[in-house]
């Protein structure tokens, strides 16, 4: 219908123009004269093409009234949703919770155009507490970013914080689940009295959701801190246990047997026992050095679970003194395992190591780190004195003085199997299969460093290696 009125406007000009035309040829040649008459025409015409003009300039001025305020908000929305994928980006990737929160109430003063925005986290006796704070200079009580002091929570809480000439104008809850932990807010001048539109209101709302999860994250991540230092802390009262302490207690025995058959005059039967004695003490020994090594060789994210591994198998190889080779292709060094994954994959490794020296009899060992389809595998073969693996079909805890079931256990806890190949007199070989992570961390990458290559990616022998193949001085 308003199609037709548009048409309907323009066939009325055009008649109207062609009827004065038509008058200005016949009734109006009688008393107006030339050139009066075409001056006539010409002052109608001007008249209605300007009309039309007038209108259709307002109907394009309000269109694109219209195009940029839509455009402006469209660019408003575009810069709140960037903003909170940086700050999801920020909080996904556990980086700094100090930075994160910072970062997340800087945003909410600039997407909103605010003189202020301030985060409360509540206490435990329902107290208030400034934690971040992003102002112009002068907003604050006492000019001071953060930590100003607690007060009792009302429905004002943050303003406290403000100078007088200043008020809070729009808050938010910040929780995680069902629990509230604070307030965001952001304040502006008493004399600014702007209205805060609904997206703004949306905005605020999901920043605070933002900074929730950050928190909750950074309680997460202590958590994990503090249960992997207790499980580290159990592992190294295990491993006393099983060798330091037994060792000792078995030194003491023996130094006892040593001194009575020695007040008995028992000389070659206290030599044979010292010998023992001495060999006690050089096993012992060599399980103290080689948990000092374990405890300082670490996976760095510069270079990658094959560093740490050909690392840590130079190391074994001198306290050991067994002969060690570790090989590893460039597929499995540009593999992509999660951090986590990668450290599975070097505890069950200095395991397997750790059984090989204590119980093999072996005099040679190699790593071999390859890439198999989706899985990164690790193959550890000895040539010692092996055992019945079909014993092991009644469960690893027949042998829990190999560690196996806690070997099985880390494998699996990142989606990988392990598996013990062996006969006796045939050496032992351990299979780890790790899958790679879609989308893990890539801490194994393209590009770094070979183990034993000194220089990095341009160092002068990266362009002749098609794999790494590295022989410890016992070799």
């Known amino acids: 219908m308003y199609r037709r009125r548009r048409w309907l406007a323009v066939l009325a000009a055009v008649l109207f123009v062609g009827a004065v035309e038509a008058l200005s040829d016949t009734a109006f040649d009688a008393f107006l004269p030339f050139p009066f008459h075409t001056l006539l025409v010409l002052a109608v015409v001007g008249a209605v093409v300007g009309t039309g003009a007038l209108f259709a300039f307002r109907q394009i001025d309000r269109l694109t009234r219209d195009l ?53 986290l509540d206490g435990p006796a329902g107290e208030l507490s400034l934690r971040a704070a992003s102002v112009v200079p002068g907003i604050l009580l006492g ?23 200043y008020e809070v104008r729009l808050v938010a809850p910040v929780g995680y689940g069902e629990k509230r932990v604070g307030t965001l807010g952001v304040a502006t001048a008493r004399s600014d009295r702007r209205r805060f539109d ?45 060798g330091l302490a037994q ?48 405890l300082s060789a670490q996976v760095p994210p510069e270079r990658g679970v094959a560093a740490a591994l ?6 074994y190889a001198e306290s050991s003194k067994l002969a060690v080779r570790f090989k590893a292709s460039p597929e499995a060094i540009a593999a992509q395992l999660s951090a986590v994954a990668q450290a599975e994959v070097f505890s069950i490794a200095r395991e397997a190591l750790t059984n090989v020296r204590k119980h093999a009899r072996a ?17 550890i073969e000895d040539d010692g004195a092996g055992f019945d693996a079909e014993l092991l079909s009644t469960g690893p805890e027949r042998w829990p003085h190999f560690g196996l079931a806690g070997m099985r256990e ?4 990142v989606g990988g199997r392990i598996a013990w190949h062996s006969t006796q007199g045939a050496g032992t070989q351990v299979e780890l299969r790790i899958p790679v992570g879609v989308g893990a961390s890539s801490l194994l990458q393209e590009g770094v460093a070979s183990p034993g290559e000194i220089g990095g990616p341009t160092g002068p022998h990266q362009a002749v290696r098609s794999s790494i193949s590295v022989r410890s001085e016992a070799d």
């Open 247 to 294: 060792v000792l207690g078995y030194v003491n025995t023996k130094s006892q047997a040593v001194e009575e058959m020695l007040v008995a005059g028992r000389v070659a039967e206290a030599r044979q026992l010292l010998a023992e004695l001495a060999a006690a003490a050089r096993s012992v020994y060599v399980d103290v050095r080689e948990a000092i090594v374990s």
């Open 143 to 165: 000019d001071q970013p953060a930590g100003v002091g607690v007060m009792a929570r009302g429905e004002d809480d943050l303003a406290c914080y403000l100078r007088a000439d």
């Open 410 to 413: 880390r494998a699996e806890s």
């Open 363 to 379: 005099h040679r060992v190699t790593l071999n780190l390859a890439l198999e389809g989706p899985e990164v595998v690790l193959r």
């Open 310 to 315: 050909e690392e840590y198998a130079a190391l």
């Open 68 to 120: 940029r305020e839509r455009n402006a908000a469209l660019e408003s929305r575009n810069a709140v949703l960037k903003a909170l994928y940086d700050v999801s980006v920020a909080v996904s990737g556990r980086a700094d919770p100090d930075k994160t929160i910072a970062s997340i109430v800087d945003h909410a003063r600039a997407l909103l155009r605010a003189d202020g925005a301030l985060l409360g």
């Open 198 to 242: 609904p997206t703004e209101v949306e905005t605020l709302a999901a920043l605070a959701t933002q900074v929730g999860l950050a928190l909750e994250a950074a309680r997460l991540q202590s958590e994990l801190q503090a249960l992997a230092v207790q499980s580290e802390r159990e592992r190294i009262a295990r491993e006393m246990h099983d």
